[in-house]
């Protein structure tokens, strides 16, 4: 309950909150310390500035935003029991914070039924209750619970106008609907509702609010009213209460607006007032009041061991598809727009070639460049590519990858769910492209992750139910898209692919990551921070030291659960190679070269074929080579296909050699060649005979070499020494690349020791501000301004502190121009400064006196 001290503003209020308040209020509405405030009341202004009142207002949950909207529809100030009514309908306007229904009023019959409603009411006070203390604790709401206000700032925001109705429904008051209605009018809609005259128009408003808000006089009232008056109330009591009427309005809305339940408001227009509204909802200023959370319930029931084991497997194809991307673009990938980002088309080549829809080949895309695996490289015909963090990462352990993956997912701000959509301006959003971003995309995946917490081990949720959550929690502004909701079945939907969760289920590894939080992104651990954990407050681990062993937890829960990598392969006699898991890395990339790849899955099939042996030759193997390497890999021998197919290619390569004329072509046979003139697919060679073992075209040596290889035939490239070329796959990769910035959600949050030297700093400030002052010339009363005074009179005051250890009260303008004022107790004056303990920096500074604007003694009490 308020004391007769009570603040009379918001600034007092502050005032009176020790520092564990302010502490909070700062973290929760971080915007007011961009700069630090001087002292409370500019603290206060701030506070009360409409976009910051906006952004909190938005990070209400359901029921502190409709406290708030009840409050903004209540008279000011209103009173812990106005607001319970308002929220709790009359049923709860009675009784105070602690009271409760008098089990000996209620007659047997009618126990249960009350008992019930004491419980309702109960439920409600206690959500108040912590309704009130958030809205409190973020400067929202200040005042005893017998003075109840609202800023003025969220009132504005709140209260119902013509222009922007309330989300209550509710229309204007008596008083504000008549506001400007001739007297005239005004005694006659009195006298039509039965009330007596009144002298003057403030009274006669004031009677029939008197009315409207009285049930027993309004309920009588209303009984008289038509059927088809009473069907028009029930039309407008829920919102909106404006209505249109002709200029000769129906009998039984005549009624209505003789009486003022129907006032004008503009020509053709009428309002429900306020109070009218009240009476027929009942004293309830929401039609649903959600006082609690709507529980997440759980759609299935698995074993957390198959939700773990499905996770796992999940995990360890999202870390083949993310390896099957870069290597795809390992020489070069496809060309970065102009505006920026992935073309369609080249995102189609790449779904394709992921075997996945264009929907999951944008995800893999993000995924990887958040982690920093690649990037475009800056070069003048710009395009995709690998970075060296890639080789890095290719090194760890499989766990220790996915957890790198997981947590940069976690942390990004880019969404690619919204790839192909439309910006602001009607343009494509591509992948990798502007315009990704969102804030609020880390905070909803750590929501959502943590809301899996709850459930039990093993359980999948409810989507929808989910959804209801998250939306209790931070609602979507009227008319808004919801953005959250769709964050949110992305992130399910990208949880699975990523092996966070198994069969909907959160897995035991991704629990380990969730500690990390929307505001502390780890780092991928292709980006080592410094060794050690010491942070930079001395001694204590820092956020990437944290997040660093968050992912090292996840990897040791991962790490059981995958497959081990193996060193064989299973060779079949139709020139097929069968990889019953992921194969170590030196065997995957040697097979990748001499085969390809068929089909994915939990075995990777590869397929011999003439080209892809010609393509292991051109690397520099030779035959003898490729049946060694078979042997020492396969658990079943060679099949005769396979060494025959190794044979016969081996036995043609190279026999034609190719080299630069603009081209030529020779070879020792002169059959051969006879044969490539004669055939008429060679025609667009335009090949011609320099000797009986030598061709020579127009067409560059890689045009000729595909075109003889696309005939049938094995050409080899060589050198002007007449050398076989070996041609192997060039890695492409960008310069050095950081992972890109998440985009914070407005300004970031502060860490403690900033908190609370901000603390400090406001309430120095404060007590400079506020401090009493000795007036200028006896007599005369202080004005609150800082006296000028000038350099002689500063000089003289400020060596007299010295001697007798006084505080003063100084006016101070830096060298930026920015103008302070400061309590300081003066040390030592001398050469044009003076050297004092600064109680508003709470430290011993020096000033130059000529910044000095003016001095004052501090008052003796």
């Known amino acids: 309950m308020s004391t007769p001290d009570a603040p009379r503003s918001l600034a007092e209020a502050l005032r009176a909150s020790d520092d564990a308040a302010m502490v909070a209020l700062l973290r929760t509405r971080p915007d007011l310390l961009t700069p630090v405030p001087n002292d409370l009341t500019q603290l206060a202004t701030r506070a009360g500035t409409r976009a910051s009142v906006v952004r909190a207002l938005e990070r209400l949950d359901r029921f502190a935003q409709q406290v708030a909207e009840a409050l903004a529809v209540a008279r000011e100030p209103a009173t812990y029991a106005e607001l319970l009514g308002l929220l709790a309908g009359d049923d709860g306007a009675h009784g105070g914070r602690a009271d409760a229904t008098d089990p ?125 008056s009473v069907e028009v109330l029930s039309r407008l009591v829920w919102g909106p209460p404006y209505g249109q009427v002709t200029a000769e309005p129906a009998a039984h809305l005549r009624w209505l607006i003789d009486r003022g339940l129907l006032l004008p408001t503009a020509p053709g227009t009428v309002v429900l007032p306020r109070e009218a509204a009240l009476h027929l909802r009942g004293g309830r200023a929401h039609r649903v009041l959600e006082a609690t959370a709507p529980p997440v319930e759980a759609a299935r029931e698995h074993r957390p061991q198959v939700v773990d084991a499905t996770a796992a497997g999940q995990a360890h194809m999202a870390l083949a598809t993310v390896e099957e991307l870069l290597k795809d673009w390992d020489e070069g990938g496809p060309a970065v727009l102009r505006a920026g980002g992935l073309s369609v088309r080249d995102l189609k080549r790449t779904a394709v070639a992921l075997d996945v829809p264009e929907p999951q080949a944008a995800f893999w895309v993000e995924l990887a460049y958040a982690a920093g695996l690649l990037a475009a490289d800056g070069e ?97 502004g009227v008319g808004a898209s919801d953005l959250r909701s769709r964050l949110a079945t992305w992130t399910l939907t990208e949880a699975e692919l990523l092996g966070v969760t198994g ?287 000038t350099p002689a009179e500063t000089l003289a005051t400020m060596q007299a502190a010295v001697l007798t250890g006084e505080t003063l009260w100084i006016g101070y303008v830096n060298a930026e121009g920015a103008a302070s004022q400061r309590v300081i107790a003066p040390v030592r004056v001398e050469g044009g400064f003076v050297t004092a303990y600064d109680h508003t920096a709470d430290e011993v500074r020096t000033y130059p006196l000529h910044r000095v604007t003016g001095v004052a003694e501090l008052a003796d009490d």
């Open 104 to 228: 000996t009023e209620a007659t047997e019959a009618t126990e249960a039924t009350e008992a019930t409603e004491a419980t309702d009411t109960a439920n409600v006070r206690d959500a108040l209750d912590r309704a009130l203390a958030t809205l409190r604790g973020q400067a929202l709401v200040w005042g005893g619970d017998d003075r109840l206000r609202l800023v003025r700032t969220a009132r504005e925001l709140l209260a119902p106008t013509p222009q922007r109705p309330s989300p209550t429904g509710l229309g204007p008051t008596v008083a504000e609907a008549m506001a400007g209605m001739s007297p005239g009018r005004v005694q006659s809609l009195v006298a039509a509702a039965g009330l007596a005259a009144t002298h003057d128009a403030v009274s006669a408003v004031g009677a029939l609010t008197a009315l409207f808000t009285d049930r027993t006089r309004m309920a009588a009232l209303l009984d008289e009213a038509p059927a088809e």
């Open 503 to 789: 069969r909907g289920a959160l897995a035991s590894h991704a629990r380990a990551l969730l500690a990390a939080g929307p505001h502390q992104p780890s780092h991928p651990p292709v980006h080592p921070g410094p060794q050690g954990g010491a942070g930079a407050d001395g001694g204590h681990p820092g956020p990437q030291a944290g997040a660093r062993a968050r992912e090292a937890e996840a990897a040791r829960l991962l790490a059981p659960l995958l497959p081990e990598p193996l060193d064989h392969v299973l060779l079949q006699a139709d020139l097929t190679a069968v990889a019953p898991g992921p194969l170590r890395r030196p065997l995957a990339d040697a097979l990748t070269v001499l085969a390809d790849v068929e089909s994915k899955g939990g075995a990777t099939v590869y397929r011999f074929t003439p080209g892809s042996v010609r393509r292991a030759l051109d690397a520099g193997q030779s035959a003898s080579d490729l049946h060694a390497f078979l042997a020492a890999h396969s658990r079943t021998p060679v099949p005769q296909p396979l060494a025959y197919l190794i044979d016969d290619v081996a036995r043609k390569h190279g026999h034609l050699r190719i080299g630069a004329a603009s081209a030529y072509v020779r070879c020792d046979d002169e059959g051969v060649l006879n044969e490539i003139l004669a055939d008429k697919r060679a025609q667009g060679l335009r090949l011609r005979r320099l000797a009986p073992t030598v061709l020579a075209t127009q067409a560059d040596p890689a045009a000729l070499l595909e075109g003889l290889r696309s005939l049938g035939f094995a050409p080899s490239a060589e050198s002007a020494e007449g050398d076989v070329l070996i041609t192997r796959a060039h890695s492409h990769r960008t310069p050095p690349r950081t992972p890109p910035e998440p985009v914070p959600d407005g300004p970031p949050l502060p860490d403690t020791t900033l908190i609370d030297a901000a603390v400090r700093a406001i309430r120095a400030g404060d007590l400079a501000s506020t401090a009493p002052r000795k007036t200028a010339t006896p007599g005369t009363p202080s004005t609150g301004e800082l006296p000028r005074t």
């Open 380 to 476: 003048a015909d710009e395009r995709y590519a690998a970075t060296p963090a890639y080789d890095t990462w290719q090194e760890l352990p499989a766990a220790e990858r996915w957890a790198g993956l997981a947590a940069a997912w976690l942390a990004a701000t880019r969404t690619a769910g919204l790839v192909g959509g439309r910006d602001s301006k009607d343009r494509t959003l591509s992948a990798l492209g502007p315009g990704l971003d969102r804030s609020a995309a880390p905070e909803v995946r750590h929501r959502v992750l943590t809301l899996l917490t709850e459930l039990p081990e093993g359980s999948a949720p409810a989507p929808e139910s989910l959804l209801s959550r998250l939306r209790w929690e931070r609602p979507p």
